[in-house]
């Protein structure tokens, strides 16, 4: 084999390269000719003075720890950003736990509030006095609002808000809302209009709570800045690509909202101009956001058309079948039993005592339990029919309780069991039905809620009762 010339292996006319400079800054400033050369060979000096040759692999070599080194680097940086998010997450599912335990502490106490004034309103014959009642139930439950929304605020930026899925009739919603807020309207000596046009979508499955959440929010945000005029709302759906698409739109004759406002009314905490009469915590449109974004639809703000603000947001939900709506909305019908004897289990003396005097009106007679070990061994004593369980108690939690009684032998293991609870998170419910329960009611008691639970587990016991 001929032997190769040296000068077709090595560059005539080499570059000159420094010793003294960062390859990396080479690089950086070769073009794709350059760097070309420099395969061919090179030659390296310092100040002037032959320092040695270079071959192509050197500029290799070099090519090569550079590239490992900013290997490196980005895996570090990646992890560190992998440890800042979990470290944000973490931060924020901790700020959300913190607000569960306050509401729950906070809802405790606001039970025994509401619940006397909504027993002093059934009862109270003295008219002057009722207006003063009213108040600590409209106070009471702007305060439970309050709370909530702080909850959902905390719950959605940590990635926890949750759905719940089932038949909702629109018209139905749309006669809610009017009836909730013709009196608020009225106090104000403001024209409400509510319309619901749905072009045959009437039904559709979604999380009916939330989509109240969501128009009672926009509403009271109107009624609140509205001082004269009024307030139109419109739910419009119709079918589009085999979903229903809903649009709800509230209209106000208030102040309005500028452009540069609009971009912003949606941020948590934005209450809008300082000291603005009528301004809150700045939470409610930022949890419309929220859900809206939660259920894969758009909101937005702008002019409207009686010279307010206009509140706007779209949903795109599955249609609901005919087999569906037939289970909706269905009221638990009253049980065959006389009367009931109750087991109330609950560490709070103002909690039992509100429940007690609820169950009166239900026509039930009721003992008390202040923890859960006293109400295993009540039970095992009996007889009761049903039992309103408290969940977080000393010694023995409604849980544990619920496990305890379950593991009684006979009829008595199988006694119906509600959890009475001020515990406000979904997975809860969860957990308290796994270990035996039969519903949940939440604190404050709504006393057709309670009921409505109470039918519903006594008629599941029916059949438990009738093989026993």
Request: glycine share 10%.
């Amino acid at each position: 084999m001929p032997a190769v010339p040296p000068r077709l292996l090595w560059n005539v006319a080499p570059r000159v390269l420094d010793a003294d400079a960062d390859a990396e800054t080479l690089f950086q400033s070769v073009d794709a000719a350059s760097l070309g050369e420099l395969l061919n060979g090179f030659v390296v000096a310092s100040n002037g003075r032959y320092v040695g040759v270079g071959a192509g692999v050197h500029v290799l070599q070099a090519g090569s720890a550079i590239h490992q080194r900013r290997a490196k680097a980005m895996s570090a940086l990646a992890r560190d950003l992998s440890r800042a998010e979990q470290k944000a997450l973490a931060s924020s599912r901790a700020k959300s736990e913190f607000l569960a335990v306050m509401s729950h502490e906070i809802r405790t106490p606001l039970n025994g509030v509401l619940g006397v004034a909504a027993l002093m309103e059934r009862e109270l014959t003295q008219v002057e006095m009722r207006p003063y009642v009213q108040t600590i139930l409209d106070s009471g439950h702007s305060l439970l609002r309050l709370l909530t929304d702080a909850l959902d605020m905390s719950r959605a930026e940590a990635g926890l808000m949750s759905l719940e899925t089932a038949p909702v009739h629109l018209d139905k919603v749309a006669a809610d809302l009017l009836a909730l807020w013709t009196p608020r309207a009225e106090e104000k000596d403001l024209a409400l209009t509510v319309t619901c046009r749905t072009e045959g979508h009437d039904w559709v499955v979604g999380d009916e709570v939330r989509i109240k959440q969501l128009l009672n929010n926009l509403i009271g945000n109107a009624l609140k800045f509205t001082r004269q005029g009024g307030v139109t709302v419109t739910i419009e759906s119709k079918g589009r690509d085999g979903r229903v698409e809903i649009t709800a739109t509230v209209d106000d004759s208030g102040p309005g909202i500028s452009a540069s406002a609009a971009a912003a009314v949606f941020e948590p905490f934005n209450t809008g101009e300082a000291g603005r009469e009528g301004a809150g915590a700045g939470l409610g449109l930022a949890i419309c956001r929220q859900i809206v974004e939660r259920m894969g639809g758009t909101i937005a703000a702008s002019g409207a058309p009686l010279g307010g603000a206009r509140l706007c947001f779209t949903l795109g939900l599955p249609g609901c079948g005919p087999e569906l709506r037939e289970e909706a909305g269905r009221i638990a019908e009253p049980t065959a039993h006389d009367t009931l004897h109750v087991l109330v289990v609950d560490d709070n003396a103002t909690n039992r005592f509100v429940a007690s005097k609820v169950l009166e009106l239900f026509g039930c007679t009721s003992s008390t339990a202040e923890n859960g070990q006293e109400a295993v061994a009540a039970v095992g004593a009996g007889p009761f029919d049903l039992v309103l369980m408290d969940v977080k108690m000393p010694i023995m939690d409604g849980v544990a309780a619920t496990r305890a009684i379950r593991a009684l032998p006979g009829p008595v293991g199988r006694i119906p069991i509600l959890a009475l609870t001020a515990n406000a998170d979904p997975k809860d419910e969860v957990e308290y039905l796994a270990a035996g329960m039969d519903g949940v009611v939440q604190k404050p008691i709504q006393t057709e809620a309670l009921l409505n639970a109470i039918r519903t587990a006594m008629r599941r016991a029916e059949p438990l009762c009738d093989a026993a």
